[in-house]
Each structure stands twice: as C-alpha cells, then as structure tokens.
C-alpha cells in the first residue's frame, strides 16, 4: 500500500507533561508510516516526563481505537505504537519503511557529528523556503544545539564548500560582499534530503533535551 494514498483515518495525539499541561495535534487522511513520523516530530518537542495517546477513527466507517503509552525508552515506544498502527488500520509495514524513525534515532552519533555535518542538516531543516544568509544560519545553529557561537566566517566557508560541492543543492546569489542563498527545494534529491534532516534533527534534539 503506497504510503501517500489518501486515506479516511483521523489520527490524535495527546500529549501530558505535567499535571495540567495537555497538548494535542491532529492529522488526517495519511498512510499509518506518514502519521508515525508526524508522530516522531512532535516528540521532538516533548520534555520529559512524557506520555502519549493516540486515538484513530476511521471517518468511513466510525470505528475508533486507542492506545497509551508511559515512560517507555523511545525505541520501545515506537514499537508499541507500530505495531498498534498495524493492528488497528491493517496497514502493513513496508520492510524498512517502519524502522525509518527507529533507526536514525539509533544511527545519530550526535558526539561525533561535525560543525559542517550539523551545519547542513540545519540549511535543509530551516530553510525550506526563501533565502538566507550566513548570519541566519548561525542564529539557528546556536539555538538548535544550545552550543557556543558558529562564528560568521565559518559558516560562510560551510556555504560555500555545500554550494560547491557538486550535488547543486543550494543556488547562490549575490557576490563576495554579501552571499545569500536557497535551497532547491524543486529537487526531489532536495527534498529527500529535506525529510531526512528533519527526523535526525528531531532525534538529536530529543538527545539533548531540546
């Protein structure tokens, strides 16, 4: 089952924190694997102590289901919640297609990433539309990772080394006096590359108590 097939689920999300703080989100008409990793960007914003419910009804029919999971590591809870996708829609997991989520939270050395490494995940995470410069990129470098100052020098030589590196990722305008840049989010390359940034960022955030 092609994982961009409109569907009639309703999917949500509630999410407690704390006595008295409840936050909910809401997605409809997506494949199970797409509410999932919605699911895995929203914890990204999540404090621990943490628990989640999500409830999915089907629209066509009415049925509805739920399931509640408390203080589970994240491995387990997305595995708790996989297989209750499965039983509660029928969807059946594309092998690998599942573990997405599971496995960059895994694969995310965030101790041995590079400043040029997390310097690209911030460009394709942020700056989906529009133009930026080397000064943006740093305000949003310190804020994501809570780190000391990227100084402007070096991100603008990161800049520089993504545009050049063959792949035509990034479009650059202006000259020496005052680069900006954009992302070719036209490019299915771009875009995948877009999505992947996201989750690992997500992840890394989640590491470090964002």
Known sequence: MP???????????TYNAAPGT????????????EALKRFQKMLALAPSPFDFRIDISDEST???SSFQVKGSGLEEMFEKFRVFLEASTGYTFVVGEADLVEQDLRDTDYE???????????????FKH???????????????????DLPKSTASTYLARMWNSGKGHLERIGN???????LKTESDEVQKEIERAEV???????????
């Open 3 to 13: 994982g961009n097939e409109r569907t009639n689920y309703l999917y949500v999300f």
């Open 130 to 148: 529009g133009k930026f410069s080397s000064m943006d990129v740093t305000e949003i470098y310190k804020d994501t990772f809570g780190e000391e």
């Open 22 to 33: 409840k936050e909910i989100f809401q997605c409809k008409f997506v494949q199970p694997d």
């Open 112 to 126: 041995s990433m590079s400043n040029y490494e997390k310097l690209q995940m911030i460009i394709y995470a942020s």
């Open 176 to 182: 020496r006096s005052g680069y900006t840049y954009r």
């Open 200 to 210: 690992i960022l997500a992840a890394v955030q989640i590491r470090i108590g964002k």
């Open 62 to 64: 009415g049925e509805e």
